[in-house]
C-alpha cells in the first residue's frame, strides 16, 4: 500500500477528483435535462461502475515496462499481499469514497430543490414527495453493485494479461464477449422458435403472436441459477483468476 500511494499519488488521488467531478458535472446537467432520477440512475452508475472499472485497470498497471513489473514484483511481499492491495484500492477505497459522495451531492441537490419550493402552492406536497434521495438499496443500486464487481474483475484480470493500454483491450474483449453471447443466442433461438423480436442472453426469447408479442421465460430454476453465476460466481472468478495471474508474473 505504501508503494502504491507513495510512488503514484498524483495519479491515483487525481484520477478520483477527475472521477468525482465528473460524476458532480454529469449530476447537474442530467438534472437539468432529464429530471432528478434520471440523474441519479446516470450519475450513480458512472461513478460507481465506471470509477470501479478505471481503477481496476489502473491498480495492476505496473507492467507497463520491465523496469517498474520488475520493481514491483521483486518487493519484499506475498502475492496475496500485492493483490490484496489491488483489491482495497479498487473494491473498497473507491467505492467508499465515491458512496459518501455521491450521498453528500445527491443530498445538496434534493435540498435545494425542497427549499426552492412554494410551501403555499397547491401542488407543494407532490412536487415534494417527487423527489427524493436515491437509495443504496433499491434496484438499481443493486444492479450497479454487480456491475461494478464484474467490471472490476474483468480490469483486475486483464490488466495482468494486458501489458500494455489493458484498459482498452480488455473493454474490447468484455465488448466481443457479450456481443458473441448476444448473437450466438439469438442464432439458437431463431433456430428453435422462427421469426423472434428479441432473445435476451440467460432471460427470455420475445417471439411475435399476430399483431402481439409473447414471451418465452427461462425456467425459474435456470434462472436463479443463472443469475447467481452472473452476478456472483463469475465475478468471484475472475477476482480469483487475477490472483493467479498475478503469482504466476512473479514466476
Not at 31 to 52: D, R, S, V
Not at 167 to 190: D, E, S
Not at 228 to 236: C, G, N, R, T
Request: proline share 4%.
Amino acid at each position: 500500500m505504501k508503494k502504491t500511494f507513495s510512488e503514484r499519488p498524483a495519479q491515483l488521488f487525481g484520477f478520483t477528483a477527475l472521477l468525482l467531478t465528473l460524476s458532480l458535472i454529469m449530476y447537474a446537467v442530467a438534472k437539468h435535462f432529464m429530471g432528478f432520477g434520471a440523474a441519479q440512475n446516470l450519475t450513480f452508475i458512472w461513478g460507481l461502475a465506471g470509477g470501479c472499472c478505471f481503477l481496476g485497470s489502473f491498480v495492476f498497471n505496473y507492467f507497463s515496462t520491465n523496469a517498474i513489473g520488475s520493481s514491483y514484483l521483486t518487493l519484499p511481499a506475498s502475492a496475496f499481499e500485492k493483490w490484496l492491495c489491488g483489491i482495497i484500492v479498487a473494491g473498497i477505497f473507491y467505492p467508499v469514497i465515491f458512496l459518501t459522495f455521491f450521498r453528500a451531492m445527491d443530498l445538496f441537490f434534493v435540498a435545494m430543490y425542497h427549499n426552492d419550493l412554494d410551501p403555499a402552492g397547491p401542488f407543494y406536497k407532490q412536487m415534494y414527495e417527487s423527489v427524493y434521495l436515491f437509495s443504496f438499496h433499491g434496484i438499481v443500486a443493486m444492479k450497479v453493485y454487480n456491475i461494478s464487481l464484474f467490471l472490476t474483475g474483468c480490469m483486475l484480470t486483464g490488466s495482468l494479461y494486458f501489458n500494455k493500454v489493458s484498459f482498452i483491450k480488455t473493454g474490447l474483449v468484455i465488448c466481443v464477449v457479450l456481443v458473441g453471447a448476444y448473437g450466438l443466442n439469438w442464432f439458437f433461438a431463431r433456430i428453435l422458435f422462427g421469426d423472434i423480436n428479441n432473445a435476451e442472453p440467460f432471460r427470455n426469447v420475445v417471439i411475435p403472436v399476430g399483431k402481439e408479442e409473447g414471451s418465452i421465460d427461462l425456467p425459474e430454476t435456470a434462472s436463479k441459477i443463472a443469475t447467481m453465476a452472473l452476478q456472483y460466481i463469475i465475478p468471484l472468478v475472475l477476482w480469483i483468476v487475477s490472483f493467479i495471474r498475478l503469482r504466476e508474473k512473479e514466476f
